[in-house]
Structure formats: structure tokens, C-alpha cells
């Protein structure tokens, strides 16, 4: 069984060794965007201080996100500082059930300072969905929120409300911050979240005992802070005009730009061109698909129809249309609200479906 009193040991049980450990704290810093000399404070904090303990929960959601922070062919460190050490208690993945788990969480509840991760949304139109010994998702919410340190709402049903919430959200599924108010809250959005990101953030939570900078919608500005489509392999090709037209066509087998295939690269911000998935191996626009979008806010309603094209780059392959997309861009950027304003570009055409939805949040509210 492993020792989870340190990371040190943990390591050692996974035959990982210190080299490999600092290796690790170096990407880290580089991921952070933190000075070099911030690697050896990363390193001294997570080797020598204690982890804070963690209270994971989950509501509506598809444990998705549970599985992609840690499946995985072999253990990597990141794996090993999100799962292996002050994990108090997970639904999912802990071994304990009924009275011993609720016990456990209760202690660590009662002790506080602790870090509550959140996967799934809140269902506040439905006290039956997600009730635990007929307690409410809020309720259960609200009462691991009073004492964290942070929360860290998991993924994008938990940041947004996500494919819960999708029209006609019948359970009237939120994210974790229109329940919670009060407590530091960070949105690791995406559909999954990336596990190396999420173990940036508890690195620099562990290090500083504060959560990074955010942009306007909580995320964190180290994985969240750049477009899809400004660093995207493909971009040579958007920019010259050379689109896939039809999956398996000739231009797809090169490797051309899937804008017309229904990409949503250019209205989505974060990092997964350079930090990619499945131990860095690839990512899906890498791989031959287009991005979706799923770190964005409702990109279930808002980014769909997932294999159609975004309405105002509906003509881009000039540098013309280039220009005045850039020009969009920079308008987008200088409110302050450049990925959601970039977002909102669709959002005249779904017009009539979002204002369906206000309605429904403010009725949810009378
Ligand atoms: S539209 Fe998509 S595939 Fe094309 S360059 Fe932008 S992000 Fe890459
Ligand atoms: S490429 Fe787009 S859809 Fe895919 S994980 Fe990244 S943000 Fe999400």
C-alpha cells in the first residue's frame, strides 16, 4: 500500500526519483510562466510541506473528470501530487463507504483549511438529484465550502454547469460559484480538465497558499490565458487559406486548418496546443479534429452545432478578413472580455436560445 504521509514517499513507491521529481517542478514553473528561480521554492514546498488535505466531491457529472486526472499508462508526478497524497475523501476512488466516509469528511470538515475540489454542477432546481442522506446538493455544497481554504471547482460542469445545464437544463444545473459565495473560488474549466494543469495549480497553491491570477471568468490565467487558434500547429494553413473540406479529403491528410470543419479554436482559450494530452503525446486538433470549445462558458449550447463553422469567420481565407478578424479581436481584448466576447460571436445566432435560458436562471431565482 502506498505511504501517503509524504510526497517523498509516494514518489519512492511509484520508483520515481528526486532527478525525475525536480525535472517535474521545473515544467512547472515554465507551465506557471513564474521566474526560473521559482522552480526551487516549487520543489522545497512540495517536498518538505505538508499537503493540504483535500475534500473532492461530485454532483451531476460523468466522473470524467476523475478519470482523466488519473488514468494513466504509469503514474506521473502530477498524477502522484493530485492523487496520492491528502486525498481525505473522494466518492469515486476511496476505499471507505457509508458512515466511515461520511466520518472522514466530516473530520477533515471540522478542522478545516482544506482544499475542496468540486467535480459536476449543482442542480438547484431539484432538491431529489444528487441528495445524500436527504441532504441537497447545496446543502452538501455549502457545508464543505464554509470551512475551505479554496475551492477548486473540476471541469466545466462544475465551473459552468456544462451538458447539465444544457437547453433545457431541467434540473436547473449552475456551476459551483452561483451556489457559493464567500470562499476564493478557481474555474479549471474543460470537458475534461487537463490533470497537469490542475497539478500546477495545487503546486502553486501548496507554494504561495494562494490561488494564481484569473481571468473574468476564474480561470486561471497560466492555462487559460491563450487562444486555441494563436497556437495551433495548424495555423500556417489557416492563414493561407488551405481548409479541410470534407473528413479523409486530401487536405486532412496534410494536416490543413479545420476552421470549416466546425473548429472553434479561434473562440477558445487555453493551453492544450502546448501542453496536449495523454502524457503530451497529442490533442484533438493534433489528432484531426476540431476544437469544441469545452473550456469556454456553455459551450454546450453556445459552440454547437460542434461540426459547423463559426458564424463570423464564416469567409475568412484572405488576409483581408484576417485583418478585420484581428481587429475583432483586439476590440474583444480591450473590454476586458476577449474569449467570451469572441464566444459571443455565435451568440446572435443562438440569440433566442440564451434568452430562453436567462429567463429560466431568473426564474430559478424568484
Ligand atoms: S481554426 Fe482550429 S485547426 Fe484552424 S488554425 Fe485555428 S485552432 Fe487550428
Ligand atoms: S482542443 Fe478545445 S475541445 Fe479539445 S480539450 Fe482543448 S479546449 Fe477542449
Known amino acids: 500500500m502506498t505511504d501517503t504521509s509524504s510526497l517523498q514517499a509516494a514518489l519512492a513507491h511509484h520508483g520515481l526519483t528526486r532527478r525525475d521529481f525536480l525535472k517535474f517542478c521545473s515544467a512547472l514553473t515554465t507551465l506557471l510562466a513564474l521566474p526560473g528561480n521559482a522552480a526551487a521554492q516549487i520543489a522545497a514546498s512540495l517536498w518538505r510541506k505538508p499537503k493540504p488535505p483535500v475534500v473532492y466531491l461530485e454532483f451531476q457529472d460523468c466522473a470524467g473528470c476523475t478519470e482523466s486526472l488519473l488514468r494513466s499508462p504509469s503514474p506521473t508526478i502530477a498524477q502522484i501530487v493530485l492523487s496520492d497524497v491528502s486525498l481525505n475523501y473522494h466518492e469515486t476512488i476511496m476505499a471507505a463507504a ?16 482544506y482544499l475542496l475540489m468540486v467535480e459536476g454542477s449543482i442542480p438547484v432546481g431539484t432538491r431529489a438529484a444528487c441528495c445524500i442522506g436527504g441532504r441537497s446538493a447545496v446543502d452538501l455544497l455549502k457545508e464543505a465550502a464554509a470551512k475551505a481554504a479554496a475551492i477548486v471547482s473540476v471541469g466545466n460542469c462544475a465551473c459552468f454547469g456544462n451538458i447539465p445545464a444544457a437547453d433545457p437544463n431541467p434540473t436547473g444545473a449552475v456551476g459551483v460559484w452561483d451556489v457559493v459565495s464567500g470562499v ?51 495555423r500556417a494553413h489557416f492563414d493561407a487559406g488551405r481548409y479541410v473540406e470534407a473528413w479523409g479529403d486530401e487536405g486532412h491528410r496534410l494536416g490543413w486548418c479545420l476552421y470549416k470543419m466546425g473548429c472553434k ?76 466576447a469572441v464566444g459571443s460571436s455565435i451568440r446572435g445566432k443562438l440569440r433566442s436560445r440564451d434568452e430562453r435560458k436567462k429567463q429560466q436562471g431568473e426564474t430559478r431565482e424568484k
Open 265 to 340: 479554436g479561434p473562440a477558445t482559450f487555453h493551453n492544450c496546443p502546448s501542453i496536449r494530452w495523454n502524457l503530451a503525446t497529442s490533442w484533438p486538433v493534433g489528432a484531426g479534429h476540431g476544437c469544441v470549445g469545452c473550456s469556454e462558458i456553455r459551450f454546450w449550447d453556445r459552440m454547437t452545432p460542434f461540426y459547423e463553422r463559426l458564424p463570423e469567420a464564416a469567409v475568412i481565407h484572405t488576409k483581408v478578413d484576417l485583418n478585420s478578424i484581428a481587429k475583432w479581436m483586439a476590440v474583444a481584448s480591450a473590454a476586458g472580455v476577449a474569449g467570451h
Open 98 to 113: 457509508g458512515k466511515q466516509a461520511e466520518e472522514a469528511k466530516q473530520q477533515t470538515i471540522r478542522e478545516g483549511g
Open 184 to 234: 476564493s473560488i478557481v474555474n479549471m474549466a474543460g470537458c475534461p480538465p487537463n490533470p497537469a494543469n490542475l497539478a500546477a495549480l495545487v503546486a502553486h497553491f501548496i507554494t504561495f497558499r494562494d490561488l494564481p491570477k484569473m481571468d473574468n471568468l476564474n480561470r486561471p490565467l497560466f492555462a487559460y490565458g491563450g487562444r486555441i487558434h494563436d497556437y495551433c500547429e495548424r
